[in-house]
């Protein structure tokens, strides 16, 4: 018979859900909490524990993937991925920023990134990895 479920452990929580009522009784008689206390406030909202994705951003021109590049929220390694865009697809380009260096498409140690817009959001893709479309 698994505890907390029936027998004893039930007893037991159900003797701890009467404490601590009586504790709050307690508390509130002492404290002066009931009568005239202000209202607690509201506990704010929890941020949320994945960060959504960038709006789109302004293009300029566009650009062409000549691999097939992750699609970051920051112009840096580390930056959380919101896509893979596949090699040889025309993307809105909004410009190049500079930011963590990356090693791909044959350089390294390179900071340009290209800053798109893909699949209704705005990232930053490696810049050795896309050719300006004219």
């Avoid at 505890?3 to 404490?19: D, E, M, N, P, S």
């Avoid at 000549?66 to 991925?81: C, D, H, K």
């Amino acid at each position: 018979m698994r505890q907390g479920i029936t027998g004893r452990g039930t007893a037991a929580r159900a003797g701890l859900g009467v404490a601590a009522v009586g504790a709050a009784l307690v508390f509130t008689l002492f404290s002066g909490g009931a009568a005239g206390a202000a209202p607690a406030p509201e506990a704010e909202a929890a941020p949320a524990a994945v960060a959504e994705a960038n709006p789109q951003c302004e293009a300029i021109g566009s650009v062409t993937t000549l691999a097939g590049v992750n699609l970051r929220r920051e112009p840096n390694t580390n930056a959380p991925i919101d896509g893979i865009i596949p090699q040889g697809v025309s993307v809105p380009w909004c410009g190049i920023v500079e930011g963590g260096p990356y090693t791909v498409c044959g350089v390294q140690g390179w900071t340009y990134w290209d800053h798109v817009n893909w699949n209704g959001q705005s990232g930053y893709v490696a810049g050795a990895c896309t050719t300006l479309d004219e």
